[in-house]
């Protein structure tokens, strides 16, 4: 009776083993859907480091966990740029503690509110003004030209399904209500 059981253990163990290693080898991770290939591409895309608003740490400005992607903060004062820190022999842009407001020979630009809000975000938007905006560095797809250092350029090679999934997953995000100031003009 004790040597059945053994044998049948002695037996069973290297059909397990053989079946865990097969179901390793075909067991690839499940196929990703649309939505987490959105996820990963805004992470590897790194949306976070200009349009979250960040908390200072010693490492400096890192995205605020609470308010992802939605954009350079209302009401934040800016401090002054001082004359001629901005130049061909000098900086060539600086951004505030938010990682959210950048200024360059262009003025300075405020990183938009990238959450689903409908009157402050995207909420409104379709699929189409997402992906014209990208692939044409167009406000809204199709409106002013959108400033620097915002990096359509290199995104517009997106394929279709990846900005596809981009805008699903920003469609998917808590929607945040805050409302990014417009641009300024180059001060001279
Ligand atoms: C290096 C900083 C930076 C990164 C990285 C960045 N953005 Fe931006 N983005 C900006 C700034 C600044 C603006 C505002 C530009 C303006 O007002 O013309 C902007 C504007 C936009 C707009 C245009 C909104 C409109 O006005 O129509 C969209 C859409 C957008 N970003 C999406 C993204 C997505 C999606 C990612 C990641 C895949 C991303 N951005 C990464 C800085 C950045």
């Given amino acids: 009776m004790i040597g059945g059981s053994i044998l049948l253990r002695t037996r069973l163990v290297p059909v397990a083993i053989v079946l865990l290693l097969a179901s390793g080898a ?4 499940p196929p990703e859907t649309e ?13 976070n480091i200009c349009h979250s608003p960040k908390v200072f740490t010693p490492q400096g400005p890192r995205p605020d966990a609470t308010r992802l992607l939605s954009g350079h903060p209302a009401g934040v004062r800016l401090p002054a740029i001082p004359k001629g820190v901005i130049g061909p022999e000098a900086w060539g842009g600086l951004h505030d503690n938010n990682m959210t407001a950048w200024a360059g020979p262009w003025g300075v630009s405020f990183a938009t509110n990238l959450t689903p809000d409908n009157e402050t975000g995207i909420g409104v938007w379709t699929e189409e003004m997402f992906v014209n905006a990208i692939r044409k ?7 002013r030209p959108i400033l620097p250092p915002m990096p359509w350029q290199a995104y517009s090679h997106l394929s279709d399904e990846e900005l596809r999934a981009v805008f699903v997953y920003l469609k998917s995000l808590p929607p945040i209500k805050n409302e990014v100031p417009a641009p300024l003009p180059p001060t001279k």
């Fill in 137 to 143: 560095g167009k406000h809204m797809g199709v409106a």
């Fill in 26 to 29: 075909q067991g690839k991770s």
């Fill in 35 to 47: 939505l987490q290939m959105g996820e990963r591409l805004v992470q590897v895309l790194d949306c």
